[in-house]
């Protein structure tokens, strides 16, 4: 427990200190850095201790008197509040006061009420809360270590925009203490009160610019969050106030009237899709794209998105066979296919990333609908990689936008050549996400067998045609990084240094992961599983046929010949890159290109019909005109919209009633 406490504290400590800094400052610079390597050793050490105690199979609670703990929350729920509506007034925002109020009002009823008290434990340590510790440890301290010279070269680009790096250095900090207390807490109070200080982080990190676009997003993104969270705190009211329980454990084991405890369920999962920003609620995930990229990168792989994920897995073995399981992997299913369709018509490097984001989101959030524990198994691998991968990413992208000035995926040809440190990190995300053996597609390979032995045929077709677009649009990235002019040339490396020692870790432990996902299944995963789906599933599974699996029959759904088969392929990926800039150093005679014109002699440009010299550039077809943001996307929020409020009626019929 003082670990956790650690864990959670610790983050806003540091928060409180940077705030106060001076800009530039080497005090500044070691305080954050020494902030995050702390927060990574505690987060390491953490799962490593919990992982050797003998109770972990069954979980590890704490605190069971907590009204101290409880009063300051609710004044912390009172100021977030306070914040969330001065600012809605300074914008004229005002729909924003009524989801806060919402959310809120009935917080602080239940906490000075004293309705919400139990003598029950607030705080569980489990295998799932490991593994989102380490996710949440390594990615997001390494992401704020990366954002100290990213924030200063931002600030040397955009003069225009108003330095306030300490403040921006603290909330990614606040992000970190935040998601340890969400991931760690049993109690649905203080799981929201989590949950709700992350929607705050988030809006007030995406409208750091100040600009009209950055607040308009960091407001859409505030609103959605809200709607979540008043759907959050309806679960929490019905469960107080009518199950007469309060922790999610019990939640989960309720067995009295199985059919009650879908309402809650069925909201909780509505607070998880808004957060993990599934269709219709992806626009807000879009709009993040503006703010400063360690936050892009901090949401989309350690935070707020992951959040809703992890809520969903959690709530996995009482999803099976109902109708929030139906509608949950409905909207996961589709959001995987429709988003990756969209990533392939855009070429802002972020947007792509963004879409990609949303796209595997979908992919996790269909496998804790599904409510197999197959597919559960594959979303939580799924949760790790995507973290991993997606996180090195972004920052690649940003760093490379640093330094060239564009993030445009147009203007990456030719990046083995001009920044070759660069391009081979981004070719092992780019492997990592859409190539055997890395583990998204390991994880995905299990996922397509629990959608097909679950009997969700049109999860089977999602994840097809979802993996096929996906590829397609990683390729046509792959391709520009290796398209190489004649007579290129490298270019000087601006990347900070600081910057490289969180890009290059995370390419580390990308290619790591492909050979240790095994034992990860082995003494992490399947124990959860195991745990997890020994009780709830027995109870609501509507065939009664649950079958629990052990870590040699998990590990066993892909063969030893496979595994050979992956080997190879993931020496052929670390040789690619090396290869490539093998073959750009030959010398050799070199024929010019035809460009149907006059050659103008450096392989580089021709003459035109006019006679004008024109540069030669490969470019990639991104078919907007067929499945383009302009054509889908709103037919798609449309149809889920519809959708969605058709099974949440449903479902809370259901749930009330039956």
Same mark, same amino acid.
């Given at each position: 427990?003082?670990?956790?406490?650690?864990? !959670?504290?610790?983050?806003?400590?540091?928060?409180?200190?940077?705030?106060?800094?001076?800009?530039?400052? @080497?005090?500044?610079?070691?305080?954050?850095?020494?902030?995050?390597?702390?927060?990574?050793?505690?987060?390491?050490?953490?799962?490593?201790?919990?992982?050797?105690?003998?109770? %972990?199979?069954?979980?590890?609670?704490?605190?069971?008197?907590?009204?101290?703990?409880?009063?300051?929350?609710?004044?912390?729920?009172?100021?977030?509040?306070?914040?969330?509506?001065?600012?809605?007034?300074?914008?004229?925002?005002?729909?924003?006061?009524?989801?806060?109020?919402?959310?809120?009002?009935?917080?602080?009823?239940?906490?000075?009420? +004293?309705?919400?008290?139990?003598?029950?434990?607030?705080?569980?340590?489990?295998?799932?809360? /490991?593994?989102?510790?380490?996710?949440?440890?390594?990615?997001?301290?390494?992401?704020?270590?990366?954002?100290? +010279?990213?924030?200063?070269?931002?600030?040397?680009?955009?003069?225009?925009?108003?330095?306030?790096?300490?403040?921006?250095?603290? %909330?990614?900090?606040?992000?970190?203490?935040?998601?340890?207390?969400?991931?760690?807490?049993?109690?649905?109070?203080?799981?929201?009160?989590?949950?709700?200080?992350?929607?705050?982080?988030?809006?007030?990190?995406?409208?750091?610019?100040?600009? @009209?676009?950055?607040?308009?997003?960091?407001?859409?993104?505030?609103?959605?969050?809200?709607?979540?969270?008043?759907?959050?705190?309806?679960?929490?009211?019905?469960?107080?106030?009518?199950?007469?329980?309060?922790?999610?454990?019990?939640?989960?084991?309720?067995?009295?009237?199985?059919?009650?405890?879908?309402? @809650?369920?069925?909201?909780?999962?509505?607070?998880?899709?808004?957060?993990?920003?599934?269709?219709?609620?992806?626009?807000?995930?879009?709009?993040?794209?503006?703010?400063?990229?360690?936050?892009?990168?901090?949401?989309?792989?350690?935070?707020?998105?992951?959040?809703?994920?992890?809520?969903?897995?959690?709530?996995?073995? &009482?999803?099976?066979?109902?109708?929030?399981?139906?509608?949950?992997?409905?909207?996961?299913?589709?959001?995987?296919?429709?988003?990756?369709?969209?990533?392939?018509?855009?070429?802002?490097?972020?947007?792509?990333?963004?879409?990609?984001?949303?796209?595997?989101?979908?992919?996790?959030?269909?496998?804790?609908?599904?409510?197999?524990?197959?597919?559960?198994?594959?979303?939580?691998?799924?949760?790790?990689?995507?973290?991993?991968?997606?996180?090195?990413?972004? $920052?690649?992208?940003?760093?490379?936008?640093?330094?060239?000035?564009?993030?445009?995926?147009?203007?990456?040809?030719?990046?083995?050549?001009?920044?070759?440190?660069?391009?081979?990190? $981004?070719? !092992?995300?780019?492997?990592?996400?859409?190539?055997?053996?890395? +583990?998204?597609?390991?994880?995905?390979?299990?996922?397509?067998?629990?959608?097909?032995?679950?009997?969700?045929?049109?999860?089977?077709?999602?994840?097809?045609?979802?993996?096929?677009?996906?590829?397609?649009?990683?390729?046509?990235?792959?391709?520009?990084?290796?398209?190489?002019?004649?007579?290129?040339?490298?270019?000087?490396?601006?990347?900070?240094?600081?910057?490289?020692?969180?890009?290059? @870790?995370?390419?580390?432990?990308?290619?790591?992961?492909?050979?240790?996902?095994?034992? !990860?299944?082995?003494?992490?995963?399947?124990?959860? !599983?195991?745990?997890?789906?020994?009780?709830?599933?027995?109870?609501?599974?509507?065939?009664?046929?649950?079958?629990?699996?052990?870590?040699?029959?998990?590990?066993?759904?892909?063969?030893?010949?496979?595994?050979?088969? &992956?080997?190879?392929?993931?020496?052929?990926?670390?040789?690619?890159?090396?290869?490539?800039?093998? /073959?750009?150093? /030959?010398?050799?005679?070199?024929?010019?290109?035809? $460009?149907?014109?006059?050659?103008?002699?450096?392989?580089?440009?021709?003459?035109?019909?006019?006679?004008?010299?024109?540069?030669?550039?490969?470019?990639?077809?991104? &078919?907007?005109?067929?499945?383009?943001?302009?054509?889908?996307?709103?037919?798609?929020?449309?149809?889920?919209?519809?959708?969605?409020?058709?099974?949440?009626?449903?479902?809370?019929?259901?749930?009330?009633?039956?």
């Amino acid at each position: 427990m003082p670990v956790l406490a650690f864990l !959670i504290l610790f983050p806003f400590a540091v928060a409180f200190v940077l705030f106060f800094m001076k800009k530039d400052s @080497p005090a500044r610079t070691a305080v954050t850095i020494a902030g995050a390597l702390t927060e990574l050793s505690a987060s390491i050490y953490f799962a490593a201790d919990n992982l050797m105690h003998k109770d %972990m199979t069954m979980g590890v609670y704490y605190l069971s008197e907590t009204h101290t703990i409880d009063m300051v929350i609710a004044a912390v729920e009172l100021c977030l509040m306070l914040l969330v509506c001065s600012q809605a007034v300074r914008f004229r925002k005002y729909y924003i006061i009524l989801l806060s109020l919402f959310g809120t009002i009935p917080a602080l009823w239940l906490d000075f009420a +004293g309705l919400a008290e139990t003598t029950a434990s607030h705080i569980k340590v489990d295998h799932l809360t /490991v593994i989102m510790a380490l996710v949440v440890g390594i990615v997001g301290s390494l992401i704020c270590i990366y954002a100290i +010279g990213y924030i200063k070269d931002y600030h040397r680009h955009h003069k225009e925009f108003k330095d306030r790096s300490g403040y921006f250095l603290s %909330m990614l900090f606040v992000f970190l203490g935040a998601m340890m207390g969400l991931i760690s807490s049993d109690n649905l109070s203080w799981m929201y009160f989590f949950w709700e200080i992350t929607s705050v982080c988030s809006f007030l990190l995406i409208g750091y610019s100040s600009t @009209p676009e950055a607040v308009t997003n960091s407001f859409r993104a505030l609103w959605m969050n809200l709607l979540g969270g008043c759907g959050f705190m309806a679960a929490i009211l019905f469960s107080v106030l009518v199950m007469e329980l309060t922790n999610i454990s019990q939640l989960l084991m309720f067995s009295a009237i199985p059919s009650v405890a879908l309402f @809650p369920v069925a909201m909780l999962a509505f607070a998880a899709l808004t957060k993990s920003a599934q269709m219709p609620f992806s626009r807000w995930l879009l709009g993040a794209m503006v703010a400063p990229t360690p936050t892009s990168a901090l949401l989309h792989s350690a935070t707020m998105v992951k959040a809703g994920v992890y809520l969903l897995l959690r709530l996995a073995p &009482m999803m099976k066979g109902t109708n929030v399981g139906i509608m949950v992997t409905a909207i996961g299913g589709f959001t995987f296919f429709a988003a990756s369709l969209l990533a392939i018509t855009v070429s802002d490097g972020k947007k792509v990333l963004a879409y990609s984001t949303i796209s595997n989101l979908g992919l996790i959030t269909a496998a804790a609908g599904c409510g197999m524990q197959e597919a559960v198994w594959a979303g939580i691998m799924l949760l790790i990689f995507h973290a991993v991968t997606k996180s090195m990413m972004f $920052m690649s992208v940003g760093a490379y936008e640093n330094s060239t000035g564009t993030r445009d995926v147009e203007d990456m040809h030719g990046m083995i050549v001009r920044h070759p440190k660069l391009a081979c990190v $981004m070719i !092992i995300g780019i492997f990592g996400m859409s190539v055997v053996p890395m +583990g998204m597609c390991v994880a995905k390979w299990a996922a397509l067998r629990a959608f097909i032995d679950s009997g969700y045929i049109y999860l089977t077709l999602f994840l097809c045609f979802g993996s096929a677009t996906t590829l397609f649009y990683w390729t046509k990235w792959l391709g520009k990084i290796f398209s190489v002019s004649f007579g290129s040339t490298h270019y000087e490396d601006k990347v900070r240094v600081t910057e490289w020692s969180a890009i290059y @870790p995370m390419a580390v432990t990308a290619i790591l992961l492909c050979f240790v996902y095994p034992l !990860i299944s082995g003494y992490v995963v399947v124990p959860y !599983i195991n745990n997890a789906f020994s009780g709830a599933v027995s109870r609501l599974a509507t065939d009664g046929a649950s079958v629990l699996m052990s870590g040699s029959e998990k590990v066993a759904a892909i063969e030893t010949e496979d595994f050979v088969i &992956m080997g190879v392929m993931l020496i052929c990926m670390c040789l690619l890159p090396l290869a490539m800039r093998y /073959v750009n150093r /030959v010398k050799e005679r070199r024929v010019l290109s035809y $460009m149907s014109g006059f050659n103008a002699g450096d392989d580089r440009g021709f003459y035109g019909s006019r006679g004008e010299e024109r540069e030669q550039r490969l470019a990639n077809w991104y &078919m907007e005109s067929i499945f383009g943001e302009s054509k889908i996307l709103r037919p798609c929020l449309v149809l889920t919209s519809l959708f969605l409020v058709a099974m949440m009626a449903l479902c809370m019929t259901g749930g009330l009633f039956l």
